[in-house]
């Protein structure tokens, strides 16, 4: 019953983790107890979860706690030996079942917007993916800038809420985890039109997707303010944005 | 209805928490996960059975908002309320020197200790309760180690000790011969020095560590707990637990040897601050025995100011994460403000000691709907629902985005409130900034919590407000007490901060202030300001001290009682500039500083009047006029409101349900009541007084 052994049972369970119903038996309580005794678990931080994985809902010891860097090394070391060959988002998604699906489209964001990894449209639209490393290989180094640039150009013209996220969570991760990220920071970074940015965000907004907010206690310079859209009946212009986190 | 119409109170204009204890409604749903995560982590604290091993290491929560408004200091009161009697509850405002930081933040903490519980039936002190805690289980500690003979047989009146020590050890206790027996047998105990070494031992086999200080604090809890309020051990107690020098009759009511009386009389305001953090601790430290403390920086806008600030905060952070055991800290900001001003000037230690951001979030719709129901309800303006919460009205806020902040939508709301049904009529005017700081300083005078002697206030007029007066230099002299100055070519006026009322440490400001005047080269004059709630200076017995302050005031040191009117007006003008910085208000801080310092001129030209050292101020000393110790004579006599005065205030307000409080104050017999008035009506959970600019209105909450 105490915390002491259930962590170990957690323990034992290793990168596999338990359902609640599998900790209770282990432990001989009713379901009750091992709510709350998963509740103080993870109050201290000795327990994670729940994750969702497959079709059931695990608690694993903070040691042996999945996180998102272990579905982003599984990619990236996949795509890596997948040389050239595109790999579609379901093969991906696949690869990834044994960790928690929610870690999942964050890590092929995060990947993204490091640029470790270039994400394709194919036919339908259909999603595909690649390592830069065989790209950069096949397209000799020094031509990189280049490439870069033309690749900035491919993405600006097709801005979708998911080219935004890659780089929101860059700049999110560099600014010690703050959710409010500023529409400046956002356009400096992805060099795509201010209207194309704000119809971006707006169109989000509306939906729920993300929020946007005026800074009313602190002087940015005017062209942090200026990057931000003013809305009538607004007395400040919303110059940061929070993206949703995805479920 | 005709009520609310006659009095002007807006249902919706209350949009700013001054004090998170005043929070008693929430939406549901509406930032629980923010609220849970912090309760989860205070849970972390009180796994274990009292008394617990000291728990370290709990980063800061820090609690963002994407901007003012949306519940930073409400969230602070949803946990307040929470946590109940589980936890001893600080709410912090910015501190103003990074040099007397732990002594503000001691300060608040004792303050808050000496309020009564809001959340226990124990109807004492929160200091009171936490000596009990203590005392009850060190003295169990001590009979299960062997100081009874025949432990097993009464092991379950031990037990009980442990688990109700509020109802045995206090005066209230039903089972009176069972007390008395046991305070006079835990006084025998702290008595007997080879009884009272063993009590200590005890603190240290349970991994509380008071650096040597176990027996001070193990006397001056008993001292406080077991006398009679206003007696001179409580005094003692609390003059020696805010970490001021103790005279020589007060150690002797403690019995407390010389050397844990370890306040210097003479000291530096380094010195001073040391040993408030020692104190902290300790306090800290003991709560193993009692209930975890949370302390809750809030405000911190103000930190960005100067790189000072924002260096003292992070430091106290890190010292409060690694060197101080048994609270949860929780430091609420905006994110910008976070990203702009504090994080960039933190070292990366400090920034370490901070959890990961506990996000805030908008109301939406539906929230919004509720919320501005349940205002209206309050007012007992139910039947104006439909109405006022048009959809096409409530939901045109909800077009760009389907969450809001909170402030926003009850600006719009107030305005739609006080907008006559006439949609061609002009929209309502911008109240003005004298109006907006008339607000300010009736919440103030509302709220008898917010008038006590506040150092940082006292230092924000004297260092910042001042700045551009007359040409004023701001000087910090390398001085113990006067460390700060105001300097003219020809005149100087220093000022010293200073709460006690210890006499050999007014020697040693007199003496200071003597030094100050002989050794410059104009016209000194220093001053050291005075609130009510603290004791006169000098002291009733005081003779060499009495000399030495009254040659020093020949020589321009003036000690000046502040009255409440003035204290409200400087507490709320230091509360409105920081509303501003929060962008609580509807003005820019430079616009509202700039109102302050015209406002205060007359203040400043008052202090910074020099005159000839030749003219001595006549008695009192204190520089207050006769007109002055008169109203405070009042004051004193109507401090607190008779059973047959609640009474009336209740049977009227129950059936007026909003008043005027000049109404209230006629039927109690005048306007002296007010303080103690006011205090009656924070006591009371169906009272709630509503600061207006005009006057304050009394509402009875169903």
Redesign the interface.
Known sequence: MS?DTAIDVLARAGSQGLTPVDLAKALGISKACTSQVL??L????SARGPFRIGRSTRYFSATHAPSRQHVEDRIEEWLRNAGLKLTSLSDLEAIARPWPKAFFKDAISALKGEGAIVELRGPRKSRLYLHREPLLEQLRVEREGATGARELEDTTSSLSLDTVRSVYEALRAQ??????VTIYDLLKRMGSSKEELHRLL?DE??S?RL????????N?PSEVMEAGIR?EGQPYPF??V?LKEVA | MSDVNAVHVNPFEADVIAEPRAVRYSVPGLNDEPLQTLLDRFASLTRSELPRPPVRGVKAQLVVSPDAGYGKSHLLGRLFQKLGDRATQIYLRPFESAERAWSSILLATVQELERTGEHSDHGGTQLEAFAFGVLAHVAADFMADGAISDYESVKPAIDYLREHPLQVLSPACPYKPLNETLIKWLRARLDDSSDVIRLGALFRRRGVELDGREKAWLRVLAGYAFSPSASVERDAALTWLRGEPLEQDQEQSLKIRHADNDAAEDAMARQINDISLRRLRGLCMLSSYYRPFVFCFDQTESYGRTAELVDALGSCICELCDGIPNHLTIVTCNATNWLQELRPRMLPAYQARFSPPIDLQGIDHNQAKELLAQRLQEFQLGQRIIEFIAPSWLSSHFEAQPRIGVRYLLGRAAERFRRPSDATASPPRKVSVDAAFALEINKVRAKPALQQYSQDCLMWFSEWLVQGFDGVTVAKPARKYFSLGWEWPDRSVYFALEAGHNNARWRAIANEAMALASGARGAVRSIVFRTPDLKPIPGPNWVAARRTIDEAAAKGLRIINLTIDEVCELHAAREFYSNALQGNVDFAPTEVLGFLKERFAPWFKRYSRVQPSSHPPRRPLAGCDASVQKDAQANARASELTRAQIDILISHLRARRLVDIKEVLEKLGGERFKQALLQQVEKHPNLKAHAGAQTIVLQWRV
Not at chain 1, 175 to 180: D, H, K, L, T
Not at chain 1, 212 to 218: F, G, K, Y
Request: hydrophobic share 40%.
């Open positions: 915390g509740r103080e993870k109050a201290n931080g600014q010690g985890g703050i959710s409010a707006l907004a509306k729920g929020t946007l907010h005026p800074a009313s206690t602190v940015f809305m110059v940061t929070v």
